[in-house]
Structures are given as C-alpha cells and as structure tokens.
C-alpha cells in the first residue's frame, strides 16, 4: 500500500510551482511521519480556523486529539471536512533579487473528513499508541488513564482521502544572468532541534531515564527522531 | 496601540484551557514577529484548505504573497476570509500518565480578510520591505525587480480584526498524587536554529557577507533572530 500513489484530483493538485509536487504515498508518509505538529484548517459556518496541535499517523489514518470543549470538536460531530497540513522550512534563501528570494521546505497537504472516536477502549488504544509512536516503550511504564481522563480526552481521526506532497530543496536558484552580479547569495539552512533534556524536578529518587529515550539527545535534529520512532514503532 | 488589546468575541475567544489565552497586542505582535512561516486556512466552495507561507506583519496588518497561479489566491479576488496561524513548539512535556503528555508552545490566530494588493507601486513597496523585515538593509543590495517579476508575484494582506495568542510554557503538570509515583517524567526543549550559511557556489569574487546579516549566526534560535529583526526595522 505504501508504493502506491494518492489520487489527483483538483483538490490535492499542486498548482503553484507543480514540479514540486509529490503524491506517492512512500513521501508523503515519510514528510507527515517527521513531525509532531500539524496544523489543521476546518470550517465553521463559513468562517475558516486554523488550529495547531499535535498528531500522528497509522497506515492511511491520521489522529489528533484535544479537550472535548474545543470548538472545532463539538461543530465536527457529524464529520468535519478537513485539511491538515505539515511544514518543515529546511532553509531560507537569499537570492540575487527579491523575486527569487524563498525557502526550502517540504510540506504535506492532507485531505478528510474528520470523525470522532468515542468508543472508550478504541480511546484508550489510540491514546496508549499515541505515547508509544512519540516515545517508544513508553506507555507500559504510565499510570494508566482514568475513566475520567479518557472521557475528557476527545480523540479525533480522518481517513487520508488525498494528499499532496512539496518539496524545494534547490537553496539559491537565481536568473542566470544574475549569477554575474556582485550580489550576496547564500542558503541558511534551519533545523528543530533538541536541547538538554530537564528531568522533572519532582522525580522520584533513582528514577532513570527509559531506554525508549535513548534516540532523544542535545542537539538531534527533531525531524530526525521523529522519523526514527516511527521507523521502530511500525515496521511497514 | 501596540499596548491595547484585541476585541474578544466568539471567533477568536480561547475556548479549550481558556486561561492559556492572551489578547492583547503586545504578546500577540511579539509572537507573530517571531515567525517567518505561518499556515492560513481558507475555504473555497466549502472545502478548507491550510497553506504554509512566508508572512511578515506591520503594525495591524499581515502581509504573504505567492504566484497568481495558486487556487487560494484566484479565489480571494473580492476578499477572502482567513485564519493566519503562528506556532512554535517549545518543548515536549513527559508527564506521568497519557493524559499529562502535551508540548509547550507559543501561538496565534489571527482572523481577518485577505485582499490582493494590485498597484505595482505598492506591491514593489511592499516587495522591499518583506526583505528588509528579514535581512535588514538587504533589499538596496539587490538588483531591482523587473516589470515581468511585480507582475508575477501576487501580494495579499489583511488588516487583523481579531487575534488570540496561546501560550503554554510550564513544563510537567501532573496530578498532585502522580508526583509520588517512580515514572520518569520531563521536559525536552525543542528550538529551530540557524546552520552554517552556505553562501552561493556562483558568488561572484570579493563579494562580502553583507552586515545585515551579522545576527544569522550558526546556532541562533530563528524565533530571537526575527524578534531581533522586526526590532530593528519597526521601531514602534
């Protein structure tokens, strides 16, 4: 399944700049699967929100999930169409005029309807793999959830229908006749990294670090982990 | 006016953890201004869609552009509403149970009407200072855009009619009887920084790295570069 490409239709079509335009599912799993954060457009009576939070994937099937008050939440009911959106600005380019000035990304536009899970053993999987695709292992060392906290919890899930992937990647790309000009150009390249980890101050004595934290060092690029936790945790 | 607040009204009122939300305009310029990417989302015949963009903001008003190409811009010719969206993620939190689990963040939505902005004086205007807003001083160093390139590039800005900021910066919350359990818990910071510039490979010889360039050192977060540059550019 993951050799195949997304269907193109005028809604998922890259239409700006479509040579950068990339629909195999093989890319863009690999783009959503580098990221923790998304953002997510959606509709109520005609006015447009655009909400970040967290997610992640399983197969075709995206998930995310926030407090039942959430107003995209309680107007989704029904099933929600939606779009949710990954971003990573890899560079920014300083070209020779401003018109070529850009960024490098890669970026995955993904298309659904979105539902709510209600069903409370589906919640508490879906929460428990949530912990596990981020950090490995994880979920077995928690206090489990209350019935309490998987009812507060509203989990919320789309079926990839289209998607599309961009990605630039070229840094500098002036005229070529600008390339003589004595002009400063240069490729700043921009990474989400990790600092120090700080252990709770609360932590109780002889408590250590899991090994499931191990891939989470100073300095690793976040893209990086991200990809490698959900390399460890589906086999595809 | 900087030192006022937004109007609060059902559109942009934080609902979900309420007492995360911020409304005035100091904290929500001071977030936007760290940004260069943001995501908008739009609906065109009922269907949403979230774009990631380069913006840049002056005083009330937020600027992005993009080719005439592109389906969100054909679309919002009489003026298109949107949600612009600013996140950074600052750290992931470990807590104790699944429930805990959450990030850090700084974020704002920002509501308005995105017009296109036509007058090829204007647009050029508006063209150098989107420049000048990133790399200060830059946009005299270039060679001028040409008739065909202003044509090209179509401009959009919206005036904020209303805008919410979100911030969650406290580390591990967990219930006050997890504290006693031995589960590790943390907070991992998470910050996108600069590289190593990579000037251009076609550089012309003898041309210098330009002053205005002198904060893009490797290993700067991006968010305190932008605050640093919008610093010296709008001194408000």
Not at 72 to 90: E, S, W
Not at 111 to 118: C, P
Request: net charge negative; proline share 6%; charged share 25%.
């Amino acid at each position: 399944m993951s050799d195949t490409a997304y269907p193109v239709t005028p809604r998922n079509k890259v239409k700006r700049l479509h040579e950068r335009g990339r629909y195999d599912r093989e890319t863009v799993h690999a783009i959503l699967d580098t990221a923790m954060l998304c953002h997510i457009a959606y509709v109520i009576d005609g006015q447009p929100y655009c909400t970040p939070t967290v997610f992640w994937r399983e197969g075709d099937h995206l998930y995310w999930h926030g407090s039942s008050a959430s107003r995209m939440l309680r107007a989704q009911k029904p099933g929600l169409k939606v779009c949710l959106t990954v971003t990573h600005m890899d560079s920014l380019v300083l070209a020779r005029c401003g018109f070529n000035h850009s960024v490098d990304y890669r970026s995955v536009m993904a298309f659904g309807t979105a539902a709510i899970i209600d069903d409370p053993e589906q919640k508490a999987r879906a929460l428990s793999a949530m912990i596990d695709r981020f950090y490995p292992g994880r979920d077995a060392t928690l206090r489990p959830s209350s019935v309490q906290e998987l009812k507060a919890t509203m989990l919320l899930g789309m079926e990839i229908e289209e998607a599309s992937g961009k990605i630039r990647a070229k840094g500098v790309g002036d005229e070529e006749e600008d390339y003589a000009l004595p002009i400063y150009a240069a490729r700043i390249p921009v990474h989400q990294v990790l600092g120090e980890i700080e252990p709770c101050p609360r932590l109780m004595p002889g408590v250590a670090r899991p090994e499931g934290l191990a891939g989470f060092t100073p300095g690793r690029r976040l893209d990086e982990v991200m990809t490698e936790t959900a390399a460890l945790v589906y086999a595809e």
